[in-house]
């Protein structure tokens, strides 16, 4: 090669490289003949967030930056008196028809406020369809249940306490219940002025109390407030490809890594037992069929069993499972093939091309979140 050539060479390689985003292709550049430089991506990571490597996600979806989380501002944000009535009902079995049951039961503290059942038991053991959605983050939940058939804490509040196959309790009788205990009268008194109890007093306080309920902190948010170390190499890589690679971000991004937004994943089971339309029997549009509302990852590891029906028990499986694209279901019949609520897998999901230990990365950084 010329010297002339030369020159020609590297400054076509510099156009190239100038064409790119600096912040992606600092990311890129980590990476050589399938290996990963570990060295290369601490340096690309221990700039400040706006510095990172640029998110890649699938078609024109507008994703926001992660961030860490922080605890609610107390008492600033939601006095005492109504933070303590509100975890009092929260966590007060009176509220079910059968004295049995409580909002907690169903949304554990210790498992990011979800249960570790794939459905949980309601009144007299009924059971629904429906694994209980973790609750950190929720302040920021634009609506609420997997279909989204909630446009508010508020409006959510009192669902699972009339739901027959929940905690069936009779709305018309709750107040009187509540007012009959020892203690209540005393605490909706310092949280409302006066002891009188009512639904919408209900509603709110227990609004007001899930509005404090975010993730515990974790690693990921030392890492993103400045603690280079908090992320071992193999977290480090997973994060790397969480907003890469895998294209995680398409759907969970911002500070509680959901989009707020429905999605078909495949597992509409449609035609089979575990079959539910989603956001369909919401809507009543035949786009909706299968959709169900993206949840948070935040603590993710936490809130297992996994998705909508709480079928999946491992992360690593569900790694797998979206590295393959995910399912695509077949009309198993004429009928269903005619049909026009057949679902349709998101466009978003695409094959990942994701290695052994590129999935075991990522498994293990969501493991940190």
């Not at 939940?141 to 446009?151: C, E, I, T």
């Not at 509603?203 to 902190?217: D, F, G, M, P, W």
């Not at 989009?259 to 549009?285: I, P």
């Amino acid at each position: 090669m010329t010297v002339i050539n030369r020159i020609r060479m590297t400054l076509l390689a510099g156009t190239l490289l100038a064409a790119l985003p600096a912040a992606a292709t600092a990311g890129e550049a980590c990476q050589a003949a399938g290996n990963w430089d570990i060295q290369c991506l601490r340096q690309a990571y221990g700039k400040p967030l706006a510095a990172w490597p640029a998110p890649q996600v699938e078609g024109q979806v507008a994703w926001r930056e992660m961030a860490s989380l922080q605890p609610p501002d107390l008492p600033a944000t939601l006095p005492y008196p109504l933070l303590k009535l509100g975890i009092r009902l929260f966590f007060d079995p009176a509220l079910s028809a059968s004295g049995k049951i409580a909002c907690a039961s169903c949304h554990r503290p210790e498992h990011a406020y979800a249960d570790t059942l794939a459905v949980t038991p309601g009144h007299e053991g009924r059971l629904g369809r429906r694994n209980a959605p973790a609750l950190v983050g929720v302040a920021g939940a634009s609506s609420l249940f997997w279909d989204g058939r909630s446009p508010s804490l508020e409006h959510q509040a009192l669902g699972p306490i009339a739901d027959p196959a929940e905690m069936a309790m009779e709305l018309r009788q709750l107040p009187a219940k509540l007012a009959a205990i020892p203690g209540y009268a005393e605490d909706f008194t310092a949280a409302w002025g006066d002891p009188a109890v009512t639904l919408e007093r209900i509603q709110a306080t227990l609004a007001a109390y899930q509005r404090t309920l975010v993730a515990e902190r974790t690693a990921f948010d030392a890492f993103i407030d400045g603690d280079g170390k908090a992320l071992d190499d193999q977290q480090l890589l997973g994060l790397h490809l969480f907003r890469t690679k895998a294209r995680c971000m398409t759907c969970h991004s911002g500070p509680t890594l959901s989009d707020n937004e429905f999605h078909n994943l495949g597992l509409t089971y449609f035609g089979r037992k575990f079959e539910d339309l989603g956001r369909y029997n919401v809507t009543g549009r035949n786009e909706d069929v299968g959709k169900f509302k993206t949840p948070t990852l935040r603590n993710v590891s936490r809130s297992g069993p996994w998705m909508h029906n709480g079928l999946f028990k491992s992360l690593r499986g569900l790694v797998n499972l979206y590295n393959a694209g995910m399912a695509r279901p077949k009309p198993a019949s004429e009928a269903q093939a005619k049909d026009p609520r057949f679902p349709v897998t998101s466009d978003l999901l695409k094959p990942l091309k994701l290695d052994e230990r590129e999935a075991q990365a990522l498994d293990a950084f969501l493991k940190v979140l």
